[in-house]
């Protein structure tokens, strides 16, 4: 996702291995899909990794030094470029978890409502 106009995604890294059956999916993906995911987008870089005997990941690298990595063990083609489009789509923002379910700029006083409210 672009930030301001710049694309947070700076370079995709995708392991396989050339050996292993959770790997077919991957390879199957290199072979139909990602020579068009990089004409789509010239902005990154694709990185192809061999490593053997691991299962297939793919790493995401963004601006503000965070990585994701995704497993796309046994997977096929297409559920692979849709991972990969959502790396790319993702800011690389570190999930953050709230503290309430209830979010507002002006608290309430007097506290949240709960069922658990005598009166």
Avoid at 4 to 14: A, C, D, E, T, Y
Avoid at 17 to 26: L, Q, V
Avoid at 34 to 51: Q, Y
Avoid at 54 to 60: S, T, V
């Amino acid at each position: 996702m672009a930030l301001r106009g710049v694309w947070q995604l700076q370079k995709l890294v995708v392991n396989y291995c050339d050996w292993g059956g959770s790997s077919r999916g991957i390879r199957a993906f290199m072979e139909q899909h990602l020579p068009a995911f990089r004409e789509k987008n010239p902005h990154l870089e694709v990185v192809t990794e061999l490593v053997r005997g691991q299962h297939p990941n793919l790493k995401g690298i963004y601006k503000n030094h965070n990585e994701r990595v995704v497993c796309v063990r046994n997977l096929p083609p297409e559920d692979i470029l849709l991972q990969a489009t959502r790396l790319r789509n993702s800011l690389g923002r570190k999930v953050v978890k709230l503290r309430t379910r209830h979010v507002t700029k002006r608290p309430s006083v007097q506290g949240t409502w709960t069922t658990e409210t005598k009166m």
